[in-house]
């Protein structure tokens, strides 16, 4: 499941998981919180000159190993992935020169040796403006993202468009666009009609 900040990917997957029963994993926001006593999402927002590097290491390998988790089903969920991590994260904060060359090239072997290992079978993107994301942030109210910025998810959103839409990085398995610009319920009976066409279809829960 993959798109921008605040597209609503974990009201989707918590929706979808009481509907289908199947195995989600949402991003581990909690570590990345309160990694051994410190608020690494915080000190990435507030100073990512200091702090994008560390950051981005530990979005590595804190989404690997969760992939790497053994499953409980046939079919299992996650909220983003490594490749988002590397095409879209990891670009912005090149672009915005909060990473140099070195830093940026450490961070690209990392994902190279992580990937292998988390592989990706179908990519549903919750396509949503920039606008719609910003409106969401401000209504769920984390303290981590109070300065974040219409700006900041233009930006973000151009990369998951370069990425998933224009191919300009390499894209790991077949994309299923959603309209996330609609309310969760919509969303979640327009990706149920997409994977009928799929084998990743699942009955609702009896």
Same mark, same amino acid.
């Given at each position: ?32 919180? +309160? ?28 989404l690997?190993k ?13 909220e983003?992935?490594? =490749? ?10 090149l ?5 140099d +060359?070195?830093?940026? +090239?450490?961070?690209?072997?990392? =994902? ?30 984390r ?7 219409? +700006?900041h ?6 990369l ?12 790991p398995?077949d ?8 309310d969760?319920?919509?969303?979640m009976?327009?990706v ?9 279809f ?5």
């Open positions: 499941m993959e798109g921008n900040v605040g597209c609503g990917k974990s009201t989707f997957l918590k929706l979808f998981n009481a509907r289908y029963g199947v195995e989600t994993i949402q991003e581990p926001l909690h570590e990345w919180c +309160d990694f051994r006593g410190h608020d690494a999402l915080a000190k990435a927002y507030e100073n990512p000159e200091k702090y994008a590097m560390p950051f981005q290491t530990l979005v590595s390998m804190t690997a969760r992939y790497q988790m053994p499953s409980t089903a046939n079919v299992r969920y996650t983003r992935s490594l =490749f988002s991590a590397r095409y879209c994260f990891t670009e912005h904060l672009d915005k020169n909060h990473l +060359d070195f830093q940026y +090239d450490v961070l690209d072997a990392l =994902f190279d040796t992580f990937k292998k290992t988390c592989p990706v079978d179908l990519i549903i993107y919750l396509r949503t403006s920039p606008e719609t994301c910003l409106r969401r942030v401000r209504e769920r109210n303290n981590e993202e109070a300065s974040l910025t219409l +700006d998810l233009k930006d973000l959103h151009k998951h468009e370069d990425w998933l839409m224009d191919r300009k990085f390499p894209v398995a994309v299923i666009e959603i309209d996330a610009n609609r969760t319920l919509q969303i009976e327009q149920t009609n997409m994977l009928k066409n799929t084998s990743l699942l009955s609702e829960k009896k």
